[in-house]
């Protein structure tokens, strides 16, 4: 085969056909579905590029930041040439009249086939007139826009769930995509990228998931995707040995902070915050290149209830001990035969003293047990 | 006879902006710029600790 063709054969411009294909096995191997990669390629190469409308509402542009800063192979690239971003007010050349005219022929055009995505809260106290845009409320506008919309995605904590203007006193009732649509009864199917700003990866693979397989990944509760917010941040932290055993941080600056020792005790909310921080990473820099990796405790900016709500110096209240997934096993099925080290390390309480890990062994044991007979928790 | 143009929104900006111009005899006469959104940032930083302040004050833009 020649080279032109391996070239011409990938769907973005300047972007070789293996470097397309590697991306799509990234996007595949991040959703947890390997051996895809080559589907998802086709997927994305086969289809008209699909519309992609992206109303901003109370928001501050870090979420669209964060997804032009991603750059292996040219990230940005990717998303305005595999998606037709019809309208994005941050990165429309037009202004004004121009901009809300095209963004009302796209709708038309593209009616229930077009992707939306929300980053910022909805204001809806005054009739939500602290959010406007060519003289419409961002309430009217998402109203108009989401009940045409094939699907959803709200990117950011402020979508996902009211963010930083939802804070207390919430001075403009900032509300979050998904309670809107209950408020107003819109059907359309929406997903939660929380974060401050979220993974782009995240995003992205969501994307391409719905392209995939026309239908919208596996969700949790709070309709996040469970392939990136599946586990807690805490069980994939590489400080987590350090929590283990018992090697904190007391201060910033001290020797164990240097040393990069646990930050728990500076108020790390790793341990109830549900993300993949540490294994996607952020800016495609390398290992340690997200907040805990570079000193900074977790403030927990995608979980609802931590972010922006508990102060950053309170102890975060862990939700339940699990070995990393990283790591290989190391507590038996039934939870007997285990050795008072390893519970200590298993159960991951803050220096678990030796003395109390007879207590905890007996405690993990049935927990255990509980949890043989309803399956694995989740994957 | 003046005349009043408003573009709204000004896009490839950070935030949401709205400008009119108030133009007579082919010269602008008049302007105002106008923010439209607003999120009380100033007001959720009352009663909080002071080393919270950080996380909500560099969200104030995230360019």
Redesign the interface.
């Known amino acids: 085969m020649k080279l032109e063709e391996v070239t011409d054969s990938s769907p973005i411009s300047g972007v070789s056909r293996r470097d397309f294909l590697k991306f799509c096995s990234m996007m595949a191997a991040a959703m947890g579905l390997p051996g895809m990669g080559a589907q998802i390629a086709e997927a994305v190469t086969v289809q008209k590029r699909p519309p992609v409308l992206w109303l901003?509402?109370?928001?501050?542009?870090?979420?669209?930041?964060?997804l032009l800063r991603t750059n292996h192979p040219s990230l940005e690239r990717l998303i305005l040439e595999l998606i037709s971003l019809e309208y994005h007010?941050?990165?429309?050349?037009?202004?004004?009249?121009q901009?809300?005219e095209w963004r009302e022929k796209s709708m038309q055009e593209n009616k229930g086939k077009y992707i939306l995505v929300v980053d910022g809260s909805i204001p809806v106290k005054d009739n939500g007139i602290?959010?406007?845009?060519?003289?419409k409320t961002a309430l009217t506008l998402l109203e108009e826009m989401a009940s045409q919309a094939a699907a959803v995605i709200a990117i950011g904590s402020c979508a996902s769930w009211g963010g930083?203007?939802a804070?207390?006193?919430?001075?403009?009732g900032?509300t979050a995509v998904h309670e809107i649509f209950k408020s107003k009864g819109i059907k359309t199917p929406c997903v939660n990228i929380p974060g401050?700003?979220p993974n782009p990866y995240n995003f992205l693979s969501t994307v391409l998931y719905f392209l995939t397989f026309k239908k919208l990944p596996e969700l949790d509760e709070q309709a996040r995707p469970k392939f990136a917010y599946g586990r807690l941040i805490h069980e994939n932290c590489e400080r987590r040995p350090h929590f283990d055993a018992g090697r904190f941080a007391l201060q910033f600056g001290d020797d164990g902070h240097r040393k990069g020792y646990c930050l728990y005790k500076l108020g790390c909310k790793g341990p109830e915050t549900f993300n993949n921080c540490p294994i996607q990473l952020f800016n495609d820099v390398g290992s340690g290149a997200w907040p805990v990796g570079t000193g900074g405790p977790c403030?927990g900016?995608s979980e609802m209830g931590i972010g922006?709500t508990k102060?950053?110096?309170s102890p975060a209240s862990p939700k339940y001990f699990t070995p990393p997934s990283i790591l290989p096993r190391i507590d038996e099925k039934r939870g007997h035969g285990l050795t008072i080290a390893g519970v200590a390390v298993a159960a991951g309480i803050a220096g678990a003293a030796l003395g109390a890990g007879a207590v905890t062994a007996k405690k993990l044991g049935k927990d255990d047990e509980e949890q043989g007979k309803s399956g694995s928790r989740e994957k | 006879m003046a005349k009043r143009i408003?573009?709204?929104?000004?896009?490839?900006?950070?935030?949401?902006l709205?400008i009119d111009c108030e133009i007579d005899g082919g010269k602008v006469t008049n302007a105002w710029s106008s923010g439209?959104?607003?999120?009380?940032?100033e007001?959720?930083l009352q009663g909080?600790?002071p080393?919270?302040a950080w996380?909500?004050t560099q969200?104030?833009?995230?360019?």
């Open positions: 901003s509402a109370q928001e501050c542009t870090g979420c669209t930041e964060s007010e941050t990165l429309l050349v037009g202004s004004g009249k901009a809300e602290y959010c406007k845009i060519g003289g930083i203007p804070s207390d006193p919430n001075p403009t900032a401050c700003p403030f900016c922006f102060p950053i110096h | 408003t573009i709204d929104p000004i896009t490839r900006i950070e935030g949401h709205r439209q959104m607003w999120r009380g940032i007001n959720i909080r600790d080393r919270d996380i909500f969200r104030f833009c995230g360019v």
